[in-house]
């Protein structure tokens, strides 16, 4: 963390020929359970992970917004009153999505003073740990604090998925905001999607000896114009055609019904919702009572759901949850979006070394790329840094 603090630092004195005002950052995350549910008004039980951007601020004297970032050449720059989804583009519509997104959540961007931002992270991109809610995060709050907005966590997550809903142009729901937002040390964060409310729960992982390894294929996903927004679509009609707002409504002793009114795909699809619905529920019981030990076939019912019902999973992504699942994994899935990204196993500590050997060893054998897997932990979601 202290690394990436003093990379940060330079990185905006040596874009900008000044110092930052004060550093802000938000972690990325892991969807321990409850995947395509947040869309459909459904739970969700995601933690933030040690893994965080950072950007470093400073207010100007004009109206210009300038962002920077390390993981790009130049510098991008926008009249704050011109801001708009349209005239946004590439990664600068992250964080200049949020600013825009400010504005439609009452900051009144003809008054407020503009800013120079550089960003910097170590949450891996395009992996499915959310490096985009990370970056949101971190420029929401750096801007809630600077432009005195007082907006609270909540409403900065809805902030977050306007920029990624508008500016970028990804139908993404609210999970991986609230994750980066209201995240806490050795917890999970229990989301109702339709009201909002979130209660943390504790993970209980190390007195467990547990960890949960991230296992990531390498495989690149697209949410913006991969099937995330086609899946998206057939919840929407399996919704439409059950008569019902969301697919929340719909209950496990509703599908004998919804089979005879649905195409077997829909179906499917509305099938994996509405189970891992259900699943999220019976995690976060069994986690209050159990312990993290008991949650393991919750884990794995969800992966064969996202991979035969959603059918969103990828050779890569099975062979890992396989791999893990056979050299002693407590449970294994794929998490984020899909097609493609990363798998996370719940583990003994003791296995771990073990399990590293064990995945890397299975795709060399079946040609597939080296993964990286590392182990993450439960962190303490968006703050300022300094
Ligand atoms: P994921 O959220 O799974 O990492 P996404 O495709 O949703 O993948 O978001 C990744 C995109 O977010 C990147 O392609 C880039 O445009 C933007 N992004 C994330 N982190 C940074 C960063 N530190 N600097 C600049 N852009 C970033
Ligand atoms: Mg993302």
Partial sequence: MSDIRDEVRSGFTETFGYEPAGLWSAPGR?????????????FVLPFA??????????????????????????????????????RLHGWAAYPLGVAWALGEHGADLSAVPGFDAYIESDVPVGSGLSSSAAIESAVAIALNDVWRLRLDRPELASVGQLAENKAVGAPTGIMDQSASLLGQKDSAVFLDCRSLESQIVDLGLTAAGLVVLVMDTGVSHAHATGGYAERRASCELGARMLGVESLREVSIDDLPRARTILDDVTFR???????????????????????????????????????DDFEISVPELDLAVETAQ??????????????????????????LSRIQVAIEGAFAEHGFGLPDTFVVVAAQGASRES
């Fill in 30 to 42: 892991v969807n321990l359970i409850g995947e395509h549910t947040d869309y459909n008004g459904g």
């Fill in 49 to 86: 992970i040690d893994r965080r951007t950072v950007v470093a601020l400073a207010l100007r004297d004009d109206c210009l917004a300038r962002v920077a970032s390390s993981f790009a050449d130049e510098v991008v720059e926008i009249d704050l009153t011109e801001l708009s989804p349209d």
């Fill in 269 to 307: 699809r509305v099938r994996h919702v509405v189970t891992e619905d259900q699943r999220v529920l019976d995690t976060v019981r069994t986690l209050r009572e159990s312990g993290p030990a008991a949650i393991g076939e919750l884990l794995d019912a969800s992966h064969r759901s996202m991979r």
């Fill in 326 to 351: 056979e050299n002693g994994a407590i449970g294994a899935r794929m998490t984020g979006g899909g097609f493609g990204g990363a798998a996370i196993a719940l583990i003994r500590k003791d296995d």
